[in-house]
């Protein structure tokens, strides 16, 4: 039970977009289409939850027990930015439409804070239980992917209504995000962990 409250809480209450205001750059700029919000959510689900399994292993059988844990944040980028790499060559070859939509927000997965930051907070909360670390982390991947997604077809209906000039293209996008926030903020009594 515990952890479907870990996974429902991440991806609904502690929204890695809406609530941690991490991973914003592609929130706001790949969520003009909703095909590529779903292969940016997509992308980041795998490479969210593989770091996760990884760096698990790699800081409680390693840099944990050698006392070394000060190298955590590099090694936790090197990894990240492996797993970013084995999407990018995937996506190139299988689906170049896809790669071509998603352009330069593909690679800026590596330094996307909403990974980093799930990683960290991983490491930080559930220190070592391996059910959690990932529960967390493919909750807080799929939050990611259906803010993702959610925007983009709020932002996709916007652009075809009448809006006044002074608000179109971002200052209508930060009302509807604002919006989103708020929606998700009513989900906060709901989950207690």
């Not at 982390?137 to 983009?152: C, D, K, Q, S």
């Amino acid at each position: 039970m515990q952890i479907i409250l870990i996974f429902l809480s991440a991806v609904l209450v502690n929204n890695v977009i809406l609530s941690r205001s991490l991973g914003i750059c592609p929130f706001i700029g790949v969520s003009k289409q909703l095909s590529s919000s779903l292969g940016m959510g997509l992308a980041v689900t795998f490479v969210m939850t593989l770091s996760a399994v990884v760096i698990f292993v790699i800081h409680n059988f390693i840099l944990y027990p050698l006392g070394i844990t000060s190298l955590n944040i590099i090694v936790f980028v090197l990894v990240v930015a492996s797993l970013v790499q084995l999407v990018e060559m995937y996506l190139k070859k299988a689906m170049p439409a896809l790669y071509q939509l998603l352009g330069i927000y593909l690679p800026l997965i590596t330094t996307n804070c909403a990974v980093l930051g799930i990683i960290l907070i991983n490491v930080d909360q559930f220190g070592h239980s391996f059910v959690m670390t990932i529960a967390h982390a493919a909750g807080a991947a799929v939050g990611f992917t259906l803010v993702m997604v959610l925007f983009a077809g709020i932002r996709e209906r916007i652009e075809y209504n009448q809006i006044s000039p002074d608000f179109k293209g971002i200052p209508i996008a930060m009302i509807a995000a604002g919006l989103m926030s708020i929606v998700f903020f009513g989900f906060t009594g709901l989950i207690n962990i």
